[in-house]
Nanobody, 117 residues
Framework: QVQLVESGGGLVQAGGSLRLSCAAS????????MGWYRQAPGKQRELVAT???????NYATSVKGRFTISRDNAKNTVYLQMSSLNPEDTAVYYC???????????WGQGTQVTVSS
């Protein structure tokens, strides 16, 4: 079992910044992909960014150049630095860890990010 605990959400004005953190605990294996997804009201959950254990990253087009994902493997923690936020970024942000078909994936409980105009 893997537990993911997110922190760092909140209310910010358009143009502002926030940093999300997600700490993983439990059965963490060395090869995995950690990432952030978000779900706005009335919309499907969508990928924001992922980073694998080697440090390779992947971003949604809508956040490229504004968001930066990073991780600390020693702490099993993934971060999402969000800059130049706009109201369209308002959503519940979920942390995810995917450890492949053998070990499965887990989700955090979500953290609310609200960007006011």
């Amino acid at each position: 079992q893997v537990q993911l605990v997110e922190s760092g959400g909140g209310l910010v004005q358009a143009g502002g910044s926030l940093r999300l953190s997600c700490a993983a605990s439990g059965s963490i294996f060395s090869i995995n992909v950690m990432g952030w997804y978000r779900q706005a009201p009335g919309k499907q959950r969508e990928l924001v960014a992922t980073i694998n254990s080697g440090g390779s990253t992947n971003y949604a087009t809508s956040v490229k150049g504004r968001f930066t994902i990073s991780r600390d493997n020693a702490k099993n923690t993934v971060y999402l630095q969000m800059s130049s936020l706009n109201p369209e970024d308002t959503a519940v942000y979920y942390c995810n860890i995917n450890q492949g078909w053998r070990h499965g994936e887990s989700w955090g409980q979500g953290t609310q990010v609200t960007v006011s105009s």
